[in-house]
């Protein structure tokens, strides 16, 4: 009677609980805990969202700090506005940002493939019927079922079919509705992306919202995934959970299964959560053995999607005169006495002296003056700064491609990468030793980039100290932490892995980033 009354509301295949959906289920669980997590880890470093791309201080929509933030440049910095989040908490916590969106897209993209194996199986089964309504009927009966529960009343077991109309509605929003809009959003995040396909990206009106959007998507996520697990056990959990963990029809269940069924889901509830922490105190451990691992497993990925992609924000012409922000995020301080005197010196002459030195494995190093640099070309860039915590700022930055500062010079055949090292030091190390000058390297690609420049001017004005004066990199295809400020020098050098601590610049080497800085 009951498998009867299923197939009749199913088009002939019965909805049960075969195991690849229990494991794809499972496996889902999981992962969603690992994304929402190391989401919070990301939210934490820059706990504000916006509608707008400038990130004024003030126009947050929402926001997770009480910290006012002064609108004079440098005086409240994106660093200063950084949370610390408990490894109970976030992944991995204690603000190892780097870390964070490391374990993002690794799980992101496991839960994609668990995702495309679910929803295949469940159109190559005919499962699709269990969560895809196929009457307008669905309202009215999920409406009847809000009533029931609002009245603190539970539906009736005939119901569910395997499940009943407001569940249906639920996990076809859930799998339908929410998955592909975080999917459709999250590529936004990164600035190659956003900088290649603006015309996408105003599909969601900008890069910010997409943002929001991502965010909402996950508090969705967070709210469903309670009332979810509330529900499993207060409806009709001695039919149910056996049903679902045993795939036995509930009106065959016995007293021991049920037991067994109910043991079954809370060890894997418990599993869950001891996997969730596991990965937040062993990243924790050995923070620089996490950042090359758990990067290491995604770079095969990244490098023939995303590390592909140039941004084109300024042939493309995605921000134009009227997009400047009135207010831009400062990040670190200028060069102080002690990390540097020579541009303390050059500073109070006005920079006059300044020269910038381009060598290393060349033939002829050269140094050139600000006006020389002028003399070499001059791009105007109206373009979107996206720095990894999150913030983004739209500016005209005036500036000569850094492949024409090159070209002055005849590099060694070793010579693989370009470093640029700044007068200013890197905030902290991860390892608490004396800070350093921050430096950045670049592959032969990202400098040779159209919108890779060495800018001296900022808004039709000489770059202010705050933003790196006298001359700063603009890489646009990568997140901020490649564009050092305060540029001191540019060196041809055969490999990043010598230098610094070997990552790839001050970021990567204290902040655990990962070197190709896209995503
Ligand atoms: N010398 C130096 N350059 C630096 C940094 C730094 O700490 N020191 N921070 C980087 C990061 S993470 C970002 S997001 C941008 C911020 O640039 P802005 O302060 O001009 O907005 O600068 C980059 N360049
Ligand atoms: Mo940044």
Not at 243 to 271: C, D, R, W
Request: with cysteine; aromatic share 12%; glycine share 8%.
């Amino acid at each position: 009677m009951h498998t009867t009354l299923l197939m009749m509301s199913s088009g002939g295949v019965e909805l049960d609980f075969p195991a690849w959906l229990r494991i794809t289920h499972f496996i889902n669980f999981l992962m969603m805990g690992l994304l929402i997590r190391s989401g919070w880890e990301i939210i934490a470093s820059h706990p504000r969202f916006y509608w707008n791309n400038h990130c004024t201080p003030g126009s947050e929509w929402i926001k997770f700090t009480k910290d006012k933030v002064s609108t004079v440049p440098g005086e409240f910095t994106a660093r200063d506005d950084q949370r610390s989040l408990s490894p109970l908490i976030s992944l991995p916590g204690n603000a190892k940002i780097g870390l964070g969106r490391a374990w993002h897209a690794l799980v992101t993209c496991i839960w994609l493939v668990n995702g495309f194996v679910y929803v295949t199986l469940l159109f190559a089964t005919g499962q699709w019927r269990r969560i895809v309504p196929t009457s307008w009927d669905i309202f009215p009966e999920a409406w009847e079922s809000i009533t029931i529960y609002a009245g603190l009343q539970i539906p009736s077991i005939e119901h569910f079919q395997p499940y009943d109309a407001l569940q249906k509605l639920m996990y076809f929003t859930v799998v339908f509705i929410v998955a592909p809009l975080m999917i459709a959003t999250g590529p936004i995040m990164s600035p190659a992306f956003c900088g290649r396909f603006p015309g996408y990206v105003k599909l969601f009106r900008n890069r910010q919202t997409a943002r929001s959007i991502h965010f909402l998507g996950m508090a969705f996520y967070l709210f469903f995934s309670l009332v979810h697990v509330a529900l499993v056990f207060v409806v009709h959990p001695q039919y149910n959970i056996a049903h679902m963990m045993l795939n036995k029809p509930y009106n065959e269940v016995s007293a021991a299964e049920f037991a067994q069924a109910v043991t079954m889901l809370i060890l894997g509830m418990v599993g869950g959560v001891v996997l969730w922490l596991a990965a937040s105190y062993w990243s924790l451990r050995n923070p620089r053995f996490t950042q090359t691992f758990i990067w290491g497993l995604t770079n095969p990925i990244r490098s023939f999607t995303f590390d592909l992609i140039k941004s084109k924000q300024v042939a493309k012409k995605a921000f134009t005169e009227a997009d400047i922000s009135p207010f831009h995020w400062v990040n670190t301080r200028p060069p102080t006495e002690r990390e540097s005197t020579e541009w303390n010196r050059l500073k109070e002459q006005n920079f006059v002296d300044y020269r910038l030195e381009v060598g290393g494995l060349v033939d002829q190093p050269v140094s050139l003056s600000i006006d020389e640099l002028k003399a070499l070309g001059k791009e105007t860039n109206i373009t979107m700064h996206t720095c990894m915590q999150g913030w983004t700022g739209i500016a005209k930055w005036e500036g000569v491609r850094l492949r024409d500062v090159l070209a002055l010079v005849e590099k060694k055949p070793e010579a693989k990468y370009v470093m640029i090292t700044s007068f200013g030091h890197v905030g902290h190390t991860y390892d608490g030793r004396p800070t350093e000058p921050y430096y950045e390297c670049l592959d032969i690609s990202m400098a040779m980039e159209d919108e890779t420049i060495l800018a001296w001017g900022m808004n039709d004005k000489p770059l202010p100290d705050v933003y790196g004066g006298p001359l700063r990199l603009r890489a646009d295809s990568m997140h901020g932490y490649k564009m050092v400020k305060w540029v001191q020098k540019v060196e041809w050098i055969h490999d990043y892995a010598e230098q610094g601590d070997g990552q790839g610049g001050s970021r990567e080497d204290s902040g655990l980033q990962h070197f190709d800085a896209r995503v």
